[in-house]
């Protein structure tokens, strides 16, 4: 498959089924811990792999050609997106890519296509997403108590339109 963008190491190319259920199979498990407990009982990681693919816009970051972290984004409303993002113990090598891909490409497309934010809701004990969402130019809008299937508690974090809508480029981040 033909990247849809490329950063030394990393290729982003749209998710398929055996990118997918190969992340899925091999999630980190913080972010099991944060994906399993939004689920109905009986759900596995299987048909996780396969259910992001319904998602509008889903991606997988490959580190040297083997699928790492599966994200993207599904509308939830004429203007909103939900994100979601996930990946194996090479997820974290693969971060820095994907973050330039949404800055660069696919937060400015979204904007393009009018809509105005994104969400994204995460475990409160996930510490490492919060950071990077935050460093990317989220801003944690609530708490979300008792939100998980076992009372687990979750912050809803959201981007707006001004922080993705224009292209941030490596020469504009170090000046």
């Known amino acids: 498959m ?16 055996r990118d997918a259920s190969f ?14 407990c939004q689920l109905m ?8 792999g396969l259910a992001v693919l319904d998602a509008e816009f889903a ?10 972290f599966l994200f993207g984004f599904s509308p939830y409303m004429p203007v909103g997106l939900s994100v979601f993002g996930f ?46 969402m935050e460093g990317g130019g989220a801003v944690k809008v609530a708490e979300l108590p008792n939100y998980g299937k076992d009372g687990e508690d979750f912050f809803l974090f959201r981007w707006t339109e001004e922080v993705y809508k224009h292209p ?4 504009q981040e170090t000046s």
């Open 41 to 48: 009982e009986g759900v596995g990681k299987a048909d996780v």
């Open 87 to 132: 990946g194996t113990k090479l997820a974290q090598r693969t971060i820095p890519a994907v973050t330039r891909f949404m800055r660069e490409v696919q937060g400015p497309a979204l904007a393009a296509l009018g809509y105005r934010h994104i969400e994204a809701r995460s475990l409160a004990s996930h510490h490492d997403a919060h950071r990077w």
């Open 23 to 36: 992340v899925t199979y091999n999630m980190r498990a913080d972010d099991w811990a944060e994906v399993s």
């Open 2 to 17: 033909t990247p849809i963008w490329q950063h030394k190491s990393v290729d982003i190319v749209e998710a398929t089924a």
């Open 168 to 171: 941030i480029t490596s020469q």
């Open 59 to 68: 991606f997988v970051a490959r580190l040297a050609g083997t699928p790492a």
